[in-house]
């Protein structure tokens, strides 16, 4: 099916009037243009300028200046940003009222309750302090297994600020996964808590950890009392604390990490990426000027530390002197909408399938979210019916579309509040970077796959476990203008009026539930289930949303299982070895799976084949 070009009409749309009380609007004033659409040429043909202009709006504070924003003498490729600058980017967290709320956040079943500025920085201070006095060196790798709360915040920032490196790892994941990850960075230590609980269920994380080998653990209570004993060498959280009370700020270069992140690769094995001492101002400026976030501002995003979006929502709330909102339990019924509400929540981010599990419950119904200004949609592709019906619940306010990667510390293409909001669309790339979209020829095409014009700060430079030149930059075209072009993955197309849709992923990787893994990591899995020789793992969207994980099977030699004993089997060894959170959404079982000459299984026929039988809509 031809791409449909066609684009939907606004439905929302800026005044002149808001225009100008925003965050874009300073910056166009600043450097001196009247559109948005000249801002961003601007962005990208004067780079150190506008990073350096985006660093003096945040405010970052320097231990040591730096000489120049950006070399680029050694390549796109290799470039060095903040050159002479030494600092610490946890510094910058704490320039808010030190009495304003840093972090408002609810229990599931429980009250509102909040951490000021002030709190998070004496608890930030604590962790630091208490790591130096356990022996922890500048660079250790440190693992924080837990979800998103007040604790696991100060823990991340205390690492950085005491010279260590944060490994994120989503609670989610089993604990072959879990191992996987700690093996990949190194951790030496581990935080952790001892289970998580959902209503009237509990989930194991310290068990997990256990499972998985990992290093000496700090184990923090789900309630007010650790509800199993330790490990010969672990201690609880309280004991932890006790340790210290001063800490001596790690002063780093800019390019030393702070966090080690994964996102899928295509063979398997997750990619390691690096977050340096700058990663956070890409985080931030991206909030600031597409989310338009400023001082006072309350940012929930359900979300995880183990995801981008969890360090992601610690930067871009503090370094822009706003208040990031945690609600522990479940996004997806009507105590997180009236958390929402409570909080006065001023931007919510989501990921398309909560949107449509909220719209087809009804469970937001008669909220009162007339305190949010904008909305924020990343991780899967959007159904502009169900954005449309967002906006409702706030008066018609603007969704906008957040798509990037770990590998970028923010989004390559969003949007801006500054252009009309058209649901399920993207208006504009991120500033101070540009992309262009390619056929398959390598030529310019108004839908293809997507590539990224570097160099950006936040634009990762290394990976711990691959070969960094090979996955992003081996074998790409050069660019309309002989430039070198950095690979993505993401299959786009450009509309009129210079708004762009996505269409998924031009790779083996998927997104599910928000969640990018790749072909080979399920099919790993899947492939140990009883009577099945080999397996395909694709994703489809069959109304042009959110990735549902279909899997081809060829079943073992004599065996005849039924469709629904392999997807039973299939999800269980997924819930088990993988990430319970991944769903199936149908088992095709065929005699054979096509291949290339040289072997190879051609996922995107299957991909292609099932995609035609599935029209896609608005």
Not at 215 to 220: C, D, G, K, R, S
Request: include cysteine; charge should be neutral.
């Amino acid at each position: 099916m031809p791409p449909d070009r066609e684009l939907q009409s606004p439905a929302w749309t800026p005044s002149p009037e808001f225009i100008s009380t925003t965050n874009i609007a300073w910056l166009m004033r600043r450097v001196g243009l009247d559109s948005y659409e000249a801002l961003h040429a601007w962005s990208t043909q004067n780079r150190a300028a506008c990073w350096e202009m985006a660093i003096e709006r945040l405010g970052v504070r320097f231990q040591h200046p730096y000489s120049r924003v950006g070399d680029f003498s050694g390549g796109v490729e290799h470039p060095r940003w903040l050159v002479d600058a030494r600092l610490n980017i946890v510094v910058s967290c704490f320039a808010a009222p030190a009495d304003s709320p840093a972090i408002i956040h609810q229990t599931e079943g429980g009250t509102l309750d909040a951490m000021s500025v002030g709190e998070l920085a004496e608890l930030t201070d604590r962790v630091a302090a208490s790591l130096q006095r356990r022996g922890c060196k500048t660079g250790d790798a440190v693992a924080i297994l837990m979800p998103m709360t007040a604790e696991s915040v100060a823990i991340y920032l205390g690492i950085v600020k005491a010279g260590g490196v944060v490994v994120s790892i989503a609670d989610s994941f089993r604990p072959k996964e879990i191992a996987t990850r700690l093996r990949a960075a190194g951790a030496a230590l581990a935080f952790t808590q001892d289970v998580i609980v959902r209503g009237d269920q509990t989930f194991p994380l310290y068990a997990n950890l256990l499972e998985a080998n990992a290093p000496p653990a700090i184990v923090l209570p789900a309630h007010k009392a650790l509800s199993l004993p330790l490990r010969k060498g672990d201690c609880q959280w309280s004991e932890f604390l006790n340790m210290g009370d001063r800490v001596a700020t790690v002063i780093r270069e800019p390019s030393d990490p702070i966090n080690v992140l994964f996102s899928s690769g295509t063979t398997g094995d997750p990619k390691a990426i690096p977050w340096t001492q700058i990663t956070p101002i890409k985080c931030a400026a991206d909030a600031h000027f597409h989310q338009n976030v400023q001082p006072g501002d309350v940012l929930v995003w359900p979300t995880n530390i183990g995801w981008m979006m969890g360090p992601w929502l610690i930067f871009a709330s503090l370094l822009n002197r706003a208040t990031m909102g945690l609600y522990y339990g479940a996004p997806t019924g009507r105590e997180f909408g009236t958390f929402v509400q409570k909080a006065g929540t001023t931007m919510l981010g989501v990921v398309p399938s909560l949107v449509r599990k909220w719209r087809s419950t009804g469970c937001m119904d008669a909220l009162d979210w007339s305190a949010i200004e904008v909305f924020s949609s990343t991780g899967e592709c959007s159904v502009a019916d169900d954005m449309r019906w967002l906006m409702s619940r706030a008066g018609g306010r603007p969704v906008i579309e957040y798509c990037g990667g770990t590998e970028i510390g923010g989004a390559y293409i969003t949007g801006t509040v500054t252009r009309p909001c058209v649901p399920g669309t993207f208006n504009t790339p991120a500033l101070g970077l540009d992309v262009v979209i390619l056929d398959e020829q390598g030529q310019p095409a108004e839908s293809g796959e997507l590539f990224i014009v570097p160099p950006s700060i936040g634009l990762s430079a290394t990976l711990l476990n691959q070969d960094h030149h090979q996955v992003y930059f081996a074998d790409t075209p050069l660019g309309p203008r002989g430039e070198m072009l950095r690979r993505h993955g993401d299959r786009m197309e450009k509309l009129a009026g210079s708004y762009w849709r996505a269409h998924g992923r031009a790779d083996d990787t998927m997104n599910l539930g928000g969640i990018k893994v790749s072909s080979a990591e399920i099919e790993r899995v899947v492939q140990s289930v009883a009577q099945v020789a080999e397996t395909a793992a694709i994703a489809v969207s069959p109304d042009g949303g959110p990735d549902r994980l279909v899997i081809y099977a060829v079943c073992s030699a004599g065996q005849t299982p039924s469709k629904g004993e392999l997807m039973t089997a299939m999800q269980n060894a997924i819930k088990r070895d993988l990430n319970p959170l991944f769903r199936i959404y149908d088992v095709v079982l065929v005699d054979a799976l096509p291949r290339t000459a040289s072997n190879k299984v051609m996922r995107r026929a299957l991909r292609d084949k099932l995609s035609a039988a599935c029209p896609q809509k608005d």
